[in-house]
């Protein structure tokens, strides 16, 4: 990379099923968003589309913002992620930082009411950490090339059951994570999962959502 990181902008409006909105751009001076979004820091290729796919899906406002590598390490940024990395998010009150994806994600998901209660957030969180924590380290670590049954057997077995991790209703963050890293094994490491038919089902069903097109499916 060169000496410039450009996050990728979005500064939109979601409804389920539609876009409204489309990538801006900001200033690469400006760490303070609108009071009313929030902003991430993050670059093309990061798990920042991850994050920006599951504000899509869930009607959050986005202002991006773009960092060079000396701002990663200006006291500004390392108030919202202490260890200067990306992605890193101010809060929609203007001063809360949030880093790890994962915690923006489910941020962003609780930001947008989608976990009404303790109990669907603890649901929630729980693929979120798997994804990040259990999941993406197993493909990673093995170039995709890991036992498949174990990993994904349990995930498939649900799956069978019904449309979405949590329930038949709707996506939700949890989908999102899991679905996000079952993506980029297979554009990274090729990583094949037609053993697991509803898993393969599951990702046709989010491979068909525009948020998705216009974010992670891209890698």
């Known amino acids: 990379m060169g000496g410039h990181e450009r996050a990728p902008q979005l500064r939109a409006k979601w409804t389920r099923g539609s876009i409204t909105g489309a990538k801006t751009s900001c200033s690469r001076s400006s760490l303070s968003p609108n009071r009313d979004s929030l902003a991430p820091s993050g670059t093309q290729g990061s798990r920042t589309q991850i994050v920006e796919w599951v504000a ?51 941020y962003i998901a609780d930001l947008s009411g989608s976990l009404p209660t303790p109990e669907a957030r603890g649901a929630a969180a729980a693929w ?26 349990p995930v498939d077995a649900i799956l ?4 979405w991790l949590l329930s038949d209703a ?3 963050v949890a989908d999102m994570a899991v679905a996000a890293y079952v993506k980029y ?10 053993s697991m038919p509803n898993l393969v089902r599951f990702m046709t ?4 959502r525009p948020a998705f097109q216009a974010t992670v499916a891209g890698g």
């Open 185 to 194: 094994g297979q554009l990274f490491f090729r990583t094949d999962i037609s």
């Open 56 to 106: 899509l899906e869930l009607g959050v406002t986005l202002d991006s913002v773009t960092l060079n590598r000396p701002m990663q390490n200006a006291p500004e940024y390392r108030a919202i992620h202490p260890f200067g990395k990306i992605p890193g998010c101010k809060a929609a009150d203007g001063k809360t930082g949030i880093f790890e994806s994962g915690a923006i994600m489910l």
């Open 205 to 208: 069903a989010v491979e068909s």
């Open 170 to 172: 709707e996506i939700s």
């Open 128 to 153: 979120v950490i798997w994804a990040n924590a259990t999941m993406w380290p197993a493909l990673e670590g093995s170039r995709g090339q890991c036992d498949m049954s174990a990993l994904f057997g």
């Open 160 to 163: 069978k059951k019904q449309k």
